[in-house]
């Protein structure tokens, strides 16, 4: 069973940035997607990455602000968050499904591993 872990959280203010990292256990060649939950709203799907890296989708809200990308020789995918908002305060979490990226970004479409999520907080 994979295993994926993520890290790179924090306490940010607002226009800072961050970069959050996602280590799987082993080498894969699932797609790996970024999700955020924010206190009483439902998990969002942000971002996902094919196996190889040439492929990536992102949401509108996070479009130009957030760049994922991959690092297969270091089995982590990454997160990088920029001109963060008060409003991007959430666990970020990562998650794996064994093929392309799915068309929806949500929650269910990941069939694969989930990490235990990493808290980011933008606060003045």
């Known amino acids: 069973q994979l295993q994926l872990v993520e890290s790179g959280g924090g306490l940010v203010q607002p226009g800072g940035s961050l970069r959050l990292s996602c280590a799987a256990s082993?080498?894969?060649?699932?797609?790996i997607g970024w999700f955020r939950q924010a206190p009483g709203k439902e998990r969002e799907g942000l971002s996902c990455i094919n196996s190889s890296g040439s492929s990536n989708t992102y949401v509108d809200s996070v479009k130009g602000r957030f760049t994922i990308s991959r690092d297969n020789a270091k089995n982590t995918v990454y997160l990088q968050l920029k001109s963060l908002k008060p409003e991007d305060t959430a666990v970020y979490y990562c998650a794996s499904v064994p093929y392309r990226c799915p068309l929806l970004m949500v929650a269910d479409a990941f069939k694969g591993s989930w990490g235990q999520g990493t808290q980011v907080t933008v606060s003045s």
């Open positions: 082993r080498f894969t060649l699932d797609s």
